[in-house]
């Protein structure tokens, strides 16, 4: 019989009584979109299923993330290639933040200084710190900013944008193409709305993107004289919106009106991607109010925090402590909590020592109406040694089929 930690287990159950892709969700194989959806790929895409009530919006393509456990809540057209306008500078500061100096100071170039469209007004030769400009390019959209920027990290746009390329596969966002640093229109400069979201989720982990997306208004101030520039945030859902912190604006004749924006609420950060938009204010704060009212985020373990405990031969320990490699959250349309369900799967003992702190030995996984939508590994919260003067035998009989047992809707599945 092995040792489990019922008060870990009692805690998920209270839990969940109290208390993440495929494609189009037009195309989900439950054809009564009851389940979620799970298509393999990187990273695995989750759709959270259907709700009744879901919005309208006018975008062309739009779709609602949530930040935590990156499930997709609504999605209209999402893998659609679509002119990104300004929106790209979300990639932009980010490389910048990765690569470059705050502190250090820029030379404006003549090419950033002739940049078109949007500009925080740079002249060349003139002088601002890294930082400076990042608040120039997200907040008021400069053009100018991203050219400069980019050419002061990796010493051409060209090279630039390599790194920005580079960087989006890295996120698995694999439908995204750039030409340049701001997102002028440019042959082959394209991104969807899957992968915006899938990208600003990445970037808002960093702090100081997630803190320069989320200020209103500042100034900016050239390093050289007393030239100073009040800056305004062109997202207006930052003043309109409650818990609005972000993202990024995007405006082109060929992009149409486009937003990335970002909520936080109790804890919980929704992402709305909203591209070729009718009105995109309407538009992101309808798809992130339907984030908020109609699911919920469970969190149901912590990482390092005890689950089970298993017993050891030949250690100099008995048993050994169980815990998640990382959190275990889902999302789930409130009302239908019922359907889910945590399982508790564990290697059978006892477990031969030496016992390494990296060896998967059991797994915690949750279901929703009986199919698996989301776990985690358990691994040794410490390491345990072997005793080499400890007899030899075997605690219980290691052929033993795996037997079955629930503890208040929690499932442990023991073998």
Known sequence: MRTICWRSIALFTLGMVLGLAGWDLSHRTDEAGRGFLIRAGYPPLVYAPATPGAP???????????????????????????????????????????RGDLRSLVTVGPRAGWTPGSSVGLRPGDR??????????????????????????????????????????????????????????????????????????????????ARLVRTREEELQWAVGERRLPLTNTNRLLWSFAGADGVKTGTTSEAGHCLVASATRDGRQLIAVVLRSAD??????????????AFRLLRLAKEGREIARLRVAGGRSPTVALVPRTDLAVVCPKGQEHLLRLHLSLAREPIPAPVLPHRVLGRLTVTYDGEEVEGVDLLPREAVRKRSWWPPFAWGDPEKKAKRSTAGGLVVEKG
């Open 56 to 98: 309208y919006v006018s975008a062309a393509s739009a779709v609602l993330l949530e930040a935590t456990t990156g499930t997709i809540l609504y999605a209209k057209n999402e893998h659609v290639r679509r002119a990104p306008a300004s929106t790209t500078k979300i990639v932009t500061a980010l490389i910048a933040l990765e």
């Open 280 to 293: 995109r204010w309407h538009d992101a704060a309808t798809l992130l109010a339907y984030g908020f009212e």
């Open 128 to 209: 601002l710190s890294l930082g400076e400009l990042l608040q120039g390019l997200m907040l008021s959209s400069g053009n100018d900013a991203g050219v400069a920027i980019a050419e002061h990290v990796a010493r051409s746009e060209e090279e630039f944008v390599r790194l920005m390329n580079l960087r989006a596969r890295e996120f698995g966002a694999f439908n995204t193409n750039f030409r340049n640093p701001h997102g002028l229109p440019a042959l082959g400069h394209y991104t969807t709305a899957f992968d915006l979201a899938l990208i600003t989720r990445y970037a808002l982990r960093h702090p100081t993107f």
